[in-house]
T-cell receptor
Framework: NAGVTQTPKFQVLKTGQSMTLQCAQDMNHNSMYWYRQDPGMGLRLIYYSASEGTTDKGEVPNGYNVSRLNKREFSLRLESAAPSQTSVYFC???????????FGPGTRLTVL | QQQVKQSPQSLIVQKGGISIINCAYENTAFDYFPWYQQFPGKGPALLIAIRPDVSEKKEGRFTISFNKSAKQFSLHIMDSQPGDSATYFCAARNTGNQFYFGTGTSLTVIP
């Protein structure tokens, strides 16, 4: 089992460019999450998907869109990147209930 | 507005000592409180978690103490080891299955 995988690992964008961060899990989990991690801020939830076909906004959704393509995949799109979106992005998944949340290795994004 | 407040920001402990990290929250709808450990360049990994109907949970050298009336919970690492040097995050889950994280504590255990 690969667990939670994220691509790419690193990305540099110019202001205004768009890109999609990919996330996939092979644990048959229902719920998937996108977080951003910034120094001194901890992890903040961007979007959450309870199941295939559903998505909900988290704490910091502005400037992002998501797609729950199927049960395995949950992508995060930046339509017009801004320097404030420079961060490390983590995808996570969990079965539900009180079960553990598993995190991917992260994508380090720099917006110039 | 930070929904989960965590302290201290950094902590230095001698090998064999006790590391204590504290968190506080306001939202009484939170129903699950996990702690995560993160090493540089890696994603967070679940360390230990507690539900609010329990006042203490112990797993090996790691213990969560939970005070529901004070809306506070803490992580105690007994017999701290250099391999425990990492960043620790507390978190809380609301009834909508969304997680709110503290700002993290960088722990250094000196040999």
């Amino acid at each position: 089992n690969a667990g939670v995988t994220q691509t790419p690992k690193f990305q540099v964008l110019k202001t205004g460019q768009s890109m999609t961060l990919q996330c996939a899990q092979d644990m048959n989990h229902n719920s998937m999450y996108w977080y951003r991690q910034d120094p001194g801020m901890g992890l903040r939830l961007i979007y959450y998907s309870a199941s295939e076909g559903t998505t909900d906004k988290g704490e910091v959704p502005n400037g992002y869109n998501v797609s729950r393509l199927n049960k395995r995949e949950f992508s995060l799109r930046l339509e017009s990147a801004a320097p404030s979106q420079t961060s490390v992005y983590f995808c996570a998944s969990r079965w539900g209930g009180y079960n553990e949340q598993f995190f991917g290795p992260g994508t380090r994004l720099t917006v110039l | 507005q930070q929904q989960v407040k965590q302290s201290p920001q950094s902590l230095i402990v001698q090998k064999g000592g006790i590391s204590i990290i504290n968190c506080a929250y306001e939202n009484t709808a939170f129903d699950y409180f996990p702690w995560y450990q993160q090493f540089p360049g890696k994603g967070p990994a679940l360390l230990i978690a507690i539900r609010p109907d329990v006042s203490e949970k112990k797993e090996g050298r790691f213990t969560i103490s939970f005070n529901k009336s004070a809306k506070q919970f803490s992580l105690h690492i007994m017999d701290s080891q250099p391999g425990d040097s990492a960043t620790y995050f507390c978190a809380a889950r609301n009834t909508g299955n969304q997680f709110y994280f503290g700002t993290g504590t960088s722990l250094t255990v000196i040999p």
